[in-house]
Each structure stands twice: as C-alpha cells, then as structure tokens.
C-alpha cells in the first residue's frame, strides 16, 4: 500500500495566501459580500450596476496594473475597503 504524503503545518496554503493576487482578491470578495449585505439588508437600498461592483472594478485594476509587491497590495486592498465605505456612506444619506 502506498503512503500518502501530506505536508504539516499546512505549508501549502499559506504560500498562496502570501501571494499579493489572492490577498487583494479575498478583500475585494469580502467588500463584495458585506457592500452586498448591507446594502439590502441595512440601508434597504439597490445599488446601481457601477456602485455594486466597485471592489471589483478596483481588483481588474490591480490585475491590469501589473503591480505585485507588498506596497501596491496594501494601496489596492484599503483603496477597495474605503470604495466600499464611502458607496455604502453615500447611499445611507
């Protein structure tokens, strides 16, 4: 029979969590997920087709961009984390 190699520590998946890409990625679904929630479920209102899909513009942004390092990671995340606060202030007024 043959032995199953499984590394420990799980190594493998914080090597693709240190990736700049899935960082920026896994913010821009998060905003998606609440601009989402609380949109409908707080606010009560419908976002048009450009405000609801903001952190994803942002995100194609980055990925057109070019830029992989940790500062550009940094400025596109808290760009997408401020995009979703200020749509959601701006609808809540």
């Known amino acids: 029979m043959r032995a199953v190699h499984v590394p420990h ?13 899935v ?9 998606l ?6 949109a409908k479920n707080v ?7 450009f405000s609801q899909f903001v952190p994803m513009w942002i ?5 057109v961009s070019g830029l992989r390092d940790r500062t550009s990671e940094i400025a596109f995340s808290a760009v997408i984390i401020l995009a979703t606060a200020a749509i959601l202030v701006l609808y809540a007024v």
């Open 9 to 21: 520590g799980g190594v493998g998946w914080r090597r693709r969590l240190g990736d700049p890409q």
């Open 23 to 31: 960082m920026v990625s896994l913010v821009a679904a998060a905003c």
């Open 33 to 38: 997920l609440v601009e989402a929630v609380i």
């Open 43 to 49: 606010i009560e209102v419908e976002l048009d087709f």
């Open 59 to 63: 995100f194609i942004a980055y990925l």
